[in-house]
Structures are given as C-alpha cells and as structure tokens.
C-alpha cells in the first residue's frame, strides 16, 4: 500500500504566490487533464479534462438549440483563394495559418489552409443555399477544431490545435444581426457565469481589436486570480462585408436583390482555462459542481476486520447517490485514504463523502467540502438531501468568491501613469476614460503592457482620456491579457 507521506501531492503543486504560471501547469498535468502532445504547441485533452468539454458543450449546445440554432459541419481544408477574397480578414489570420502544400505525395495546384476559423468556406457555401428572404434566418453552428500557428503557447490558453465551436448566421435586416450578436454573447455570458461561476463584463471590442472582416465585435472579458485578464468569449456583428465577398445575395419580399447581413461568435477549450486560473487554490483545482465532471466522491474506510461491511454500505451509498449525482466510488486499495483525500482535493471534485467503521455503526457519513475544508456529519438517510444543499453552496460560494476578488482587484486610473503603477503592482482590471484614438490605445498598449479589454454595455460618466487628458468618448476596462 502506498502511504500518504510517499506521495504527498499537495506539496508537488507550486504555490500561486510563487510561480503562478507553473502552478497553472502543476495543476493540468498532475490532475490528468492534459499531456504534451509530440507536435510542438499541441496538447492531449486525457479523459477528466475532455469531461469538462463534454459539460461545457452539452451546456451550451442545449442553449444554442433552445435558441433555434441547428448543428452543421464545415470542411477542415480551406482553398488558399477563399481566404484571399476577403484582405481584412485574411491580413489577420496569415500569420498563423497553417498551409497543406502537398497531398497523396503530389504538389497541389493550390495551398489549402488549415481551418483557422471558418468565415469564408461557410460563407462560399451561404452563396449557394440563400436565394429567398424564406431562406432566412440561417442559424448554424459548428463544433470542431481550429489551427493557429501559435509562436507562444500554454495548455488550454493557446496552443496550435483547439476544440472550440463556432456560430454563424445570416439574417435579412442588419437590426437581426445586431441582435443576433448581443443574445449570443448573452448566451455565453448565462452559461459561463451561472454553470462555471466566473464573472464577466460585456462589452464592445475596440476597433484594433475587433475581429479581422467583422463591423463590431463583443467580448466577455474575466479576470483571473494572477490579475489578468482572459477573454472568455466573442461575438461578431459580421455586417455585409463578408456577404458582399462571396455573393451572398437574396430576394426580399419586394422581389428586390439583398446581401444578407452576418454574424459568427465562438467559445473554445480557452473556457477549462478561465476555470482553473479563476476557482484554483493551492491545494489544486476547484471546481463549480454545476460543470465538474465528478461532483461527489465516496471514499470509504477499509480497515481489514470492517472492510466487507464498509465497502457493501459504500456501494449502496453510490447507487441511490447516482441517480441524482455526477458520483464516484474510490474503493482502490492500493492507497491510503489520506492519499485519497489529497489526490480528490487535487482533482477539484466538490464533495467528499467519507464512510468508516465507526460511521457506519452510527448510521452516519462526513461530507467535507472542497472550497472551505469544512466537514459535516449527517446521517445516511439524508445523504442525498445533505449532498444536493451542499453543492447548491458550494456553486454559490464559488461564485461569491470570485465576484468580490474581482471587484477587490478592479481600480480606477485618471492617468496613464497610474495605470502602470497598478500593472506593476498588483494588477487587476482597470476602469478608465478613452478618447477613442487608435494612438492613444496604442501607445498606452506600449507603455504599460495593458490593453483596451472591452468598453462595457454598462457605461459609467468619466471625463478625460488618461493618455492624452481630451475629453473621453468611452469608459473602458484596461488590463494585462493572456
């Protein structure tokens, strides 16, 4: 049997305060989430970390039904003249698109491009199905996987491959795609506050940092525990340009020639990042029960005398327990339980269900919690009622626990000065007032590291620009961003 003290995880996990970076890694890999893959910049999503796509996709993909979208697949080759047609967006994807020359040991008339997002074929093939305002609205999605060429990159944040999914529509009015735009990055923001107890702040991109082709982009922007921003999803009000390209025309009702107005909003494997860097601990990760793969762990107690008993009680425990809960059983007996424990903590399952000789005479059980430590007796009858109240705290807990971090670390700058004292220090997101000039946004960029993360729906009065003091267009959030 391997005893705690041979393998004590805890303390194989690097402390947040004294390499953020490496806990984030400590905590993928010694938790079984990922792997290195061969090919540099490419990662191995194991079966507990691919558990947590699967909830976020299940997640989503019912919203994205419930709000009458349907599910399609695109091709992940891409014809190098696709991506030519339109420059805006082909200038900011060329640098990280990934190019096939050559196929069945031959040279290829023309380059294909990895998919690095699916605009242009998808809109290639909208030119050949619309032809009628009856063929309108159009709302597809897409689940799959994207390649960018990535020069720098960190599991789940940025690597060469990702799984990710990505909206697209086409609508008959501009005012459709507006508010097709808005009620999608309002799904996202529903699902990632509610199911993965993350704040964000929605808001618009900047013009420098909308999307390459798009007439306006949304982003929700969370911050993580190190004081960095992530953006956590996007929506893209495409406007005609696209259509425009590729011919994406239509009758309307007076039989009179239109090109459709688009849209296209994505989340990725980005989202398994957010969770970690906003609920992790020292111990490991913590997760929101809503999203966890496991939500409740039963550890029983085996000593030899007591264990057929124990390990019977354990077993029927499990039973009723996952009718109603994501539950496992750790009967293994290879290791301790105080092993256990720490391997369970590490992992972030919410709950931990103890069983021993003494709680099962007592007809009792001890629930202890991930997110505080705290134990609770409560008597075997009740367990699955003790187990469903717990869990409703623990997502709430989470949940409070990241909003008041957040507004802890949110400051206020009049100056840019100000601004780089704050991301010296201890960072944060930072409210400020813009003039809305590309040179200012730029030049705040290079001297303090910062970027302009969204102008908030929710505007606030400000009076200057704290680059250049003239009278600010915009109330904006500046942040360092991964």
Not at 64 to 89: C, V
Not at 351 to 378: F, H, I, M, S, Y
Request: proline share 5%.
């Amino acid at each position: 049997m391997v005893k705690a003290a041979d393998k004590e995880f805890v303390k194989e996990i690097t402390p947040q305060g004294t390499d953020f970076s490496q806990w984030y890694v400590d905590c993928i890999t010694k938790a079984d989430l990922a792997d290195y893959a061969p090919v540099k910049g490419c990662m191995v999503l194991k079966p507990y970390g691919y558990g947590l796509w699967e909830r976020i996709q299940a997640g989503l993909d019912r919203r994205f039904k419930d709000t009458g979208h349907q599910n399609a697949y695109f091709p992940l080759f891409i014809p190098e003249s696709y991506l030519q047609k339109e420059t805006e967006h082909v200038e900011g994807f060329s640098p990280e698109v990934a190019w096939v020359t050559h196929g069945g040991g031959e040279l290829l008339a023309e380059r294909l491009a990895v998919r690095p997002t699916s605009e242009t074929i998808i809109c290639a093939m909208y030119a050949r199905w619309i032809h009628s305002y009856r063929d309108l609205p159009l709302l597809l999605n897409q689940w799959g996987n994207v390649v960018r060429w990535e020069k720098t990159t960190r599991p789940f944040l940025r690597t060469t491959e990702f799984l990710w999914q990505e909206g697209h529509t086409a609508h008959a009015t501009e005012e459709e795609a507006e508010a097709e735009a808005r009620r999608m990055l309002e799904v996202y923001r529903d699902f990632i506050e509610n199911e993965m107890a993350i704040p964000v702040v929605a808001g618009e991109k900047s013009p420098r940092e909308k999307f390459a082709g798009a007439a306006r982009t949304y982003s929700l922007e969370a911050l993580m525990r190190d004081g960095r921003a992530l953006q956590a999803g996007t929506s893209h009000n495409l406007g005609q340009h696209f259509a425009k390209v590729f011919g994406i025309n239509f009758l309307d009702q007076e039989g009179q020639l239109q090109h459709v107005w688009q849209t296209s909003w994505g989340v990725s494997t980005r989202l398994i990042g957010a969770l970690i860097m906003v609920h992790g601990d020292d111990r490991g990760l913590v997760f929101p029960p809503r999203i966890a793969p496991t939500q409740v762990v039963l550890v029983p107690i085996l000593p030899p005398r007591d264990r057929s008993a124990v390990l019977t009680r354990a077993r029927q425990l499990e039973g009723s327990l996952k009718e109603l809960y994501r539950t496992t059983l750790d009967a293994r007996e290879e290791y301790t339980p105080g092993w256990k424990f720490n391997d369970w903590e590490m992992r972030g399952v919410p709950l931990r269900v103890e069983l021993g000789p003494r709680d099962l005479a007592k007809g009792e059980v001890v629930l202890v919690r991930r997110d505080t430590g705290e134990k609770a007796t409560v008597s075997q009858e009740r367990l699955a009622e003790a187990v469903g109240e717990a869990l409703g705290s623990i997502q709430d807990g989470l949940w409070q626990r990241a909003l008041a971090f957040r507004e802890e670390n949110t400051g206020v700058a009049a100056t840019r000065e100000e601004l780089a004292v704050i991301m010296e220090g201890r960072r944060g997101l930072v409210a400020a007032g813009w003039c809305g000039r590309d040179e200012c946004e730029e030049e705040v960029k290079e001297k303090t590291g910062a970027t302009i993360r969204n102008l908030p729906f929710q505007q606030r009065a400000v009076t200057g620009c704290l680059n250049c003091g003239r009278p600010a267009a915009h109330f904006v959030y500046f942040a360092r961003a991964y």
